[in-house]
């Protein structure tokens, strides 16, 4: 019985050291192409955190985000339980009472701290495991430590949503969330705690569910009032504070415009240069794209191919992009879809990239937006700009066929090929994970229409529509 139970111990430790192993391969792969250092293992130490993982920012505008992790894995079959305030179905990764104190503990003092746990599925020995390459030896899963040890009470274990399998799309998204946490971190700092006037003004561009007696702001009260606060932050800090409010005010101001043109917009085109810079994973769960993303598929929701469409640049070349740049930009192909828009990603054009190119019908015209490059930041709408719309709408005719990927015209194996990913890379999780991703806010929201069969299935519904 005693040699059994040591060999029962020796074989959960190799388990363990082959999670560990293959956690930090598939990170590092996952992360290749981005600028950052390969996964940090530190001291062994199995209460507490045995990674640190630098995700990137890619924006000059912000850091690179540090995040921790602690690996567990099993070879037992776990039976399911129905989790009613997660609305999931989820099972239970038992830890001893002193060792999950010890994790709470850890989590108190460390941001980001994330349990990845590898579930040896098929009961395979470790040398069989071996065997196989990182990506088919275990299941994974992932929750946010920080939001699972606020719930109450003193049980012994972990809840697992089934949903929260961790996979480079999980990855990416996580990355995305986090991302744009930080970006609008500006906007929560002490700092504008202690000047109540812009704390107000914030509320009004970016109002909580309970706040809806806040009439809005426009952009010139922006513009107007926020110079005034500038000595108050260090430089870098109030171009953040600006330029969040900026977006947040600037779609706001072209949401109600479509609202107001229901019915007579019988276009709307535009050019996003996000992802040249950087900063696409607005895109996916900043609460004001989504806002105006989900106007713009009201408005017209049955235009045919290139009427109510979307032009993604790629940020480099495509050998060169990793592979968390090219599953982002999937990601919004993804969420676009679902909210009843076209969308081609392109190649990037060698001139004038970096500008805002837009047209809108029902008379709005070409609506002024901003303009990025290498040296910063210029806003369109405050100065006196002569873009004319047929400019715009040239530049638009002229690339939106330069085509990389036309998911609508492309099945999963072919838009996997063109990326040179895996077609099992672009499939999202089941349903939209639990406990993982930054928390939604005023500023964040979930692209929840992306999960699962959904996803293809509004990629299909929208192919059916422009092309019928």
Same mark, same amino acid.
């Given at each position: ?12 430790? #190799? ?55 602690q690996?567990k ?12 305030e ?17 994790? @709470?503990?850890?989590?108190l ?45 003193e ?16 990855f990416?998204?996580?990355?995305s ?36 007696n ?25 171009t953040?504070?600006?330029l ?12 109600k ?32 794209? $989504? ?9 017209l929701?049955?235009?045919k191919a ?33 909210? @009843? ?8 054009? @060698?001139?004038?990239?970096g ?33 004319t719309?047929?400019r ?6 002229? $690339? ?29 999780a089941?349903?939209?994970? @639990? ?9 964040? #929201? ?10 293809f ?12």
């Amino acid at each position: 019985m005693a040699k059994t139970a040591r060999n029962k111990g020796f074989e959960a430790q #190799e388990l363990g050291n082959i999670a560990e192993n293959t956690f930090s391969d598939l990170v590092q792969i996952w992360l290749a192409g981005t600028g950052v250092n390969r996964p940090s293992r530190l001291t062994p130490d199995s209460q507490k955190i045995d990674f640190v993982v630098e995700l990137p920012s890619l924006w000059k505008g912000m850091t690179s985000m540090r995040t921790h992790w602690q690996i567990k894995s099993s070879s037992q079959k776990f039976t399911k339980h129905r989790h009613p305030e997660l609305d999931s179905d989820c099972f239970h990764f038992s830890f001893r009472p002193n060792d999950l104190r010890s994790l @709470k503990e850890s989590v108190l003092q460390d941001e980001h701290f994330y349990l990845a746990f590898a579930h040896n599925v098929s009961n395979a020995q470790s040398s069989a495991l071996l065997l196989l390459p990182p990506n088919e030896r275990f299941v994974w899963y992932c929750i946010d430590l920080s939001q699972q040890m606020i719930r109450e009470g003193e049980e012994n274990y972990l809840v697992i949503p089934e949903q929260n399998v961790l996979n480079l799309s999980t990855f990416s998204l996580l990355w995305s969330s986090l991302w744009v946490e930080k970006f609008y971190d500006a906007l929560t700092s002490r700092t504008i705690s202690e000047i109540p006037d812009l704390g107000k003004m914030i509320r009004r561009v970016y109002p909580n569910s309970k706040e809806t007696n806040l009439s809005p702001v426009n952009w010139n009260v922006i513009t107007n009032n926020l110079s005034k606060y500038e000595k108050e932050f260090e430089k870098k800090e109030f171009t953040k504070v600006s330029l969040s409010l900026g977006i947040g005010s600037l779609l706001e101001n072209i949401t109600k415009k479509l609202y107001s043109k229901s019915g007579k917009l019988d276009t709307i085109q535009t050019y996003c240069p996000e992802s040249l810079y950087g900063t696409a994973n607005l895109w996916l769960f900043a609460k004001s794209y $989504h806002d105006f993303m989900g106007a713009s598929g009201v408005v017209l929701e049955k235009g045919k191919a290139g009427q109510n469409l979307r032009i993604l640049p790629l940020p480099d070349d495509p050998e060169r992009m990793s592979k968390l740049e090219k599953v982002c930009i999937w990601h919004i192909v993804l969420l676009y879809s679902a909210l @009843k828009v076209e969308v081609r990603i392109i190649y990037c054009p @060698k001139i004038d990239a970096g500008s805002d190119h837009s047209y809108y019908g029902g008379g709005i015209g070409y609506f002024p937006w901003l303009n990025i490059s290498d040296d910063g930041l210029t806003w369109m709408i405050e100065n006196n700009i002569d873009a004319t719309n047929s400019r715009h709408r040239d530049f638009i005719n002229e $690339h939106m066929n330069n085509i990389f990927i036309n998911p609508y015209r492309q099945n999963i194996f072919g838009i996997a090929n063109s990326f040179d990913l895996h077609p099992d890379d672009l499939r999202t999780a089941p349903k939209c994970p @639990k406990q993982l991703f930054a928390k939604s806010s005023s500023f964040i #929201e979930y692209p929840s229409g992306i999960f699962g069969g959904a996803g293809f299935h509004f990629l299909e519904k929208v192919k059916q529509q422009i092309y019928r």
